[in-house]
């Protein structure tokens, strides 16, 4: 057994809190945002990215919901209400005004269910809120084997699903769902477990941001490559299912940077301040972004209709974080990062004058499920 896999009841393994996924956030909004832009773009295939950026998000969410346990464990009936109510006001409010605007209302109890609570007409929501219940259990064991048990156990059904798309397409219909969707369920808890994997054994990843910056570059370009396969051919390759695979290591080696003194470093630059603006909002302008998909801004034409695109879902965004930040407030929990006890004093060679280390206060990990 490894030194730093304590099993079930032992002590979790120390973690490093100092870890930044803004860039990751703001990468996953905008890949989510630009694969529903067919109609802005020359070419249908240039709007892709939706795949990626909704599986880094859970990527991103189980790394993250992983350092804050073992920061501040919790019971799991207040753990799984606290990430409702970080979900569903936003999701309620943006709702109503949808239906509003575009005059259709419930019929019945079973659609209001379906529009407000589950599955929604998000795929984020309709996958994450079961997904938080299965992986509070694997999270609470405090083992990275259990999280890559918990992945492997995945294989043979993604296994199947990809033998499913290879025989039909995406949109081949299995037991009452998509292909797409079947891989997009099983695939997306695989990554929410990686990143549950990789916020334990941060200690013994050996960071190196330039390899690193490669190997997410190239993962990405097979990411690009699959996609343009599948929509340009229009017909199943093995190489085009290669997207989810090029994923997975894309979000392996982008989140093992999100702790390299090269990334934490680029947070006192000027450059970070619009950063971390958008990825404080990425879970509103994944809400709102499609009002302004549907007000005719594609005839702006190139580059134009996307910036205001942009522009006006950031806008927008802000107003209803400060309205959604009061309404949890009201339902006591804070939407920004809560007052944390001090932790003992750890040190760091970020920053520190050759020859000497700085001692900084370790910080307690947001508490936070959605990638903001």
Not at 23 to 52: C, D, K, Q, T
Request: aromatic share 14%.
């Amino acid at each position: 057994m490894s030194t730093t896999d304590h099993g079930r009841f032992g002590k979790p393994p120390p973690a490093d809190p100092r870890a930044d996924t803004s860039l990751l956030r703001l990468m996953a909004i905008v890949l989510i945002v630009n694969s529903h832009l067919e109609s802005f773009y020359p070419r249908a295939w240039m709007a892709g990215g939706g795949l990626i950026g909704n599986m880094l998000f859970f990527a991103v969410s189980g790394f993250s919901l992983a350092v804050a346990d073992m920061a501040r464990p919790r019971p799991f009936g207040i753990w799984y209400l606290r990430r409702l109510t970080r979900i569903y006001p936003a999701v309620v409010l943006v709702t109503a005004v949808d239906l509003c605007l575009r005059g259709h209302y419930p019929t019945d109890l079973r659609d209001l269910v379906s529009l407000f609570l589950w599955p929604t007409s998000y795929t984020f929501v309709a996958l994450i809120v079961p997904f938080y219940a299965v992986y509070y259990w694997v999270m609470r064991l405090r083992s990275r084997r259990a999280y890559l048990l918990g992945l492997l156990a995945l294989l043979p059904a993604f296994g199947g699903v990809y033998i499913w798309y290879l025989r039909g397409g995406w949109y081949a219909s299995h037991f009452g769902m998509p292909v797409l969707a079947w891989a997009t369920w099983v695939f997306g808890f695989q990554v929410m477990l990686l990143g549950g994997w990789l916020a334990l054994r941060r200690d013994e990843e050996n960071v190196r941001p330039w390899i690193d910056l490669a190997a997410v570059v190239a993962a990405f370009a097979v990411c690009v490559a699959a996609k343009y396969l599948d929509r340009v051919l229009h017909r199943a390759t093995w190489f085009s299912g290669a997207e989810f695979f090029g994923a997975a290591a894309l979000f392996y080696f982008a989140l093992r940077m999100s702790w390299s003194p090269a990334v934490l470093g680029l947070r006192r630059t000027a450059v970070w301040a619009p950063v971390a603006l958008i990825s404080s909002l990425t879970f509103e302008i994944y809400l709102v972004h499609e009002f302004y998909i549907r007000a005719a801004m594609a005839d702006l034409g190139l580059p134009w209709n996307v910036l205001g695109l942009m522009v006006l879902s950031v806008a927008t965004a802000l107003p209803l974080f400060w309205l959604l930040s009061r309404i949890e407030r009201r339902l006591g929990q804070p939407r920004r990062r809560q007052p944390r006890p001090e932790l003992p004093a750890i040190e760091t060679a970020v920053d520190a004058p050759a020859g000497r280390r700085k001692v900084e206060p370790a910080m307690t990990p947001p508490d936070t499920v959605l990638p903001r």
